[in-house]
């Protein structure tokens, strides 16, 4: 996340000359990018969208407590349940995948690979059209109920995936030892593999918690009461489309930083904090979350 | 291990549906027709919350529009106050299921009547006719009707609409279609100058035109016929003759001209008669 | 099954136009991609930042309003059309185009990250060693550390190719007419909903499922081995 390059050693530190071509090549790229935003503000105010009645309205209170804060809430809450349930799910999938028994671990493995193969607008569509059509909840509920369950199943999958790889990336003699213990295969991945891989895991699961907030966001399609829809809605109130878009976005920016800072930060502190088992997981590239 | 996880996975099934019902009442699913749920002082009634000047959710959390003066008078007309009327967001694909499922007692949305939808649902009213129409920028003045969109002109709709499919197969075969999912993204493109005119229900325009009055207007004759009505259970026979009651109360007493002077009168559209009640 | 009969037509069209969305977004998005990542590990600090603030930028952005910014804000606010605004199809084409620039933009910032997490699995002797025979950073970047930095993140470019081509779904907001696009309208024109649901999630397996075994595939045949 820092501006600071990743490896120093691809280049010599720059001599005179090189720092001469170095603030050349910076300064044409700020005056490019300044002379891209001046034209982009020229461009939106000449049609109107810096006028101060599109933006005045975002300083009321009604704006906020109508539109924006239900939506921001909406979406948290869809995100943090559904990230819950999908741990869940994504352990009980992961570690069914690893299972001694056949017909469990190809169960899960159909299961992962499902819903890995599914795009998660057509699950929620589809979760939204099946849970109206055989009325499975309450109306208020129903679209958070599709956004939700669509949420779980797809990063379930996905959290499945890295409690496999955080299991695996355990060297080998942690599972042979608990067995040789006397622990059966349940219980060592219980006692003595899962709470070692979650140091691996950690990072990537929070991770997957942005990908879930920025996902909610399709649930705007589907009539769930998220940012991207109030925005819209508020937007159509006040004739302000565009900026009420902006502000929605420069809202989902900023918590999704916040959160993908703390997943650094909790990879940092499990880094320090024990001696990983596993080897440092940087030689495998991480998935990056999408 | 597998026994355990057998047990689990549909353990969590139940978790899910648990928590997404969470605060679920029973909600109304026992609900013996319209009469009954106003007798017990409370109504729950599906309106749209983004459709100006029709039903419209305001900045202060209120709701206004002339489907919302509507559904107030005949929850009146039954005897619900209107401090006892919930308010139900009722979008287009749910509006059927909603009903059926019993979570709203009845929905005034510009909910066209159809013969499709009498099979499902019942149909109080009508209460306002209305046509297709076309909404363009004021300063427009080479759009008059449906065949002057001819010659490659932009017409928005909604995703899947049937105006825009109407257009295109009877009038103009060369129009050019952008779907967007809502009303508002098609006026946002329309006074951008990104298309040309957006088709639907004249009233649903005359109510953009009425927040954009001087912007945007509604041009042409109607060039369909349709009704709106107000849905309900199929076979809730005694609350359709009531609804039925309160509609022409509502237009003989001049309620409904007064409702439809203040939510649409801005947009300069002309109000159409008001209907006859076809009870059936 | 009459589903099938109905809406084959379409639905080949709509699976057609979804594979063409994610084919030109993914190779535009390795591009741009490639070209971020460089400059993330540039020794010109302007490069660094302005690529390190659009990865964080882009990337926390929701796809849905990436998409609605290409229509509302490039093409109805800038001008940004893409098309021949007198062309009989500029509503179509441009609809498409913008939804494959938004694509790019948003997977690009995927693909730099995995390409630099690539570049950092390149033991360090390799780039002193390109140095020492004299290629300055592009060189050494292009000859020496790129290829062996693509071999490294196959898999995770495999991921996020099938990830593009699930999210080439939300182009249907602005009425690009792909897969998504269809599902919804034939959910409204039919109630068998279970096979319509069935048949775009088979309609998606068989372009997801390949592509994973592929890369996986891939990524173990080139796997650089030390």
Redesign the interface.
């Known amino acids: 996340m820092s501006t600071k390059p990743a490896l120093k050693t691809l280049y010599d530190e720059p001599g005179p000359r090189g720092k001469a071509l170095n603030l050349i090549i910076s300064a044409a790229c700020l005056a490019g990018l300044a002379g891209g935003a001046v034209w982009v503000l020229s461009a939106l105010r000449e049609k109107g969208q810096l006028a101060p009645e599109k933006w005045l309205p975002f300083l009321t209170a009604d704006m906020w407590r109508t539109y924006l804060l239900p939506g921001i809430i909406g979406t948290l809450q869809a995100a943090a349940l559904a990230v819950v349930l999908a741990t869940v799910l994504g352990i009980l999938l992961g570690v069914g995948r690893m299972s001694e028994k056949r017909l469990m671990r190809y169960g899960c493995t159909v299961v992962v690979e499902f819903f890995r193969a599914m795009p998660l607008l057509i699950l929620m569509i589809f979760c939204f059209q099946v849970f109206a059509n055989y009325s499975l909840f309450p109306s208020t509920q129903l679209a958070m109920a599709a956004v939700v369950t669509g949420l779980t199943l797809c990063n379930g999958a996905v959290i499945a995936e890295i409690v496999r790889a955080g299991v695996q990336a355990l060297p080998r003699g942690q599972r042979e030892a608990s067995i040789a213990l006397g622990l059966g295969n349940g219980q060592a991945m219980r006692m003595v593999l899962l709470p070692q891989a979650i140091t691996a895991m950690l990072p990537p699961i929070v991770a997957q918690l942005v990908v879930a907030l920025k996902d909610t966001a399709l649930g705007y399609q589907i009539t769930y009461v998220e940012a991207v829809r109030q925005g819209i809605q508020a937007g159509s109130a006040y004739s302000n489309y565009i900026p009420a878009l902006l502000v929605v976005a420069a809202v989902m920016i900023a918590i999704n930083f916040a959160l993908s800072q703390l997943a650094v930060t909790v990879e940092n502190k499990l880094r320090k904090g024990r001696k990983p088992v596993v080897k440092a997981p940087d030689q495998q590239v991480a998935v990056p979350a999408l | ?2 026994l ?3 047990i ?2 549909p353990a ?1 099934a139940l ?3 648990g ?7 029973a ?1 109304g ?1 026992e609900a013996k027709g319209v009469e009954a749920k106003a007798k017990a002082g409370q109504l729950t009634i599906g309106i749209v ?2 459709r ?1 000047g029709i039903s ?6 209120s709701f206004s529009g002339f489907d919302v003066d509507v559904a107030k008078y005949v929850a009146g007309k039954l005897g619900v106050q209107e401090s006892e009327i919930k308010w ?2 009722a ?1 287009t ?2 509006r059927e ?2 009903i ?2 019993g ?2 007692d009845y929905i005034v949305a510009a909910y066209t009547i159809n013969d499709a939808r009498k099979e499902k649902i019942g149909f109080a009213g009508p209460y306002l006719t209305v046509g297709q129409s076309l909404l363009v920028r004021a300063d427009n003045t080479d759009i008059t009707g449906p065949e002057s969109l001819n010659g ?1 002109k ?1 017409l928005c709709s909604t ?2 609409s049937v105006p825009a499919q109407n257009i295109k197969k009877n009038y103009s075969k ?1 129009v ?7 009303n ?2 098609c ?3 329309l006074k ?4 040309d005119a957006i088709s639907t229900d004249d009233i649903v325009l005359a109510g953009y035109a009425a ?2 009055a001087g912007k945007l207007k509604v041009v042409g004759k109607p060039f369909t016929k349709d009704s709106y009505g107000i849905g309900l259970k199929r076979d809730d026979t005694t609350g359709r003759a009531k609804i039925n009651d309160a509609i022409e109360d509502m237009i003989k007493d001049g309620s409904w001209a007064k409702a439809f002077g203040k939510n649409l009168g801005p947009s300069g559209y002309q109000q159409p008669a008001a209907p006859a009640v076809n009870r059936y | 099954m009459e589903i099938l009969t109905e809406y084959g037509d379409q639905l080949v069209t709509a699976f057609t136009r979804t594979i063409q969305l994610a084919a030109l977004s993914a190779v535009a998005a390795l591009v741009l991609g490639t070209v971020l990542a460089a400059m993330r590990v540039s020794p010109v600090w302007a490069l660094r930042t302005v690529a390190t603030a659009y990865v964080n930028i882009v990337r926390n952005t929701p796809l849905t309003l990436v998409v609605l910014f290409a229509s509302f804000g490039l093409a109805q606010q800038l001008g940004i059309t893409l098309v021949d605004p007198k062309s009989p199809t500029s509503i179509t084409d441009s609809s498409f185009r913008l939804a494959v620039l938004a694509f790019s933009l948003y997977t690009a910032t995927f693909v730099c990250e995995a390409v630099r997490a690539g570049v950092n699995t390149i033991p360090v002797g390799q780039s002193e060693a390109a140095r020492s025979l004299g290629l300055g950073f592009t060189q050494g970047l292009r000859y020496i550390v790129l290829p062996q930095a693509f071999r490294a993140v196959i898999g995770p470019l495999g991921s996020i190719l099938i990830a593009l081509i699930k999210n080439t779904t939300v182009a249907s907001v602005i009425g690009v007419a792909e897969a998504a696009l269809l599902m919804k309208e034939v959910i409204e024109n039919t109630s068998a909903l279970i096979v319509v649901g069935l048949i775009f999630a088979l309609g998606f397996m068989c372009l997801t499922l390949p592509t994973g075994a592929a890369f996986s595939y891939l990524s173990k045949k080139l796997a650089v081995r030390t």
Do not use: H, R, W
């Open positions: 291990m597998k355990k996880s057998l689990a996975l969590l978790i899910v549906a928590a997404a019902t969470g605060c679920a009442s909600a699913s919350f983004d100006p419209q959710k305001n900045p202060d959390g139900q967001e979008p694909a749910q299921n909603l059926q499922n979570q709203v490659g932009k995703v899947g060369d050019q279609l952008q779907e967007y999912d809502t508002a993204a006026v946002e493109a951008s100058g990104a298309v927040i954009n």
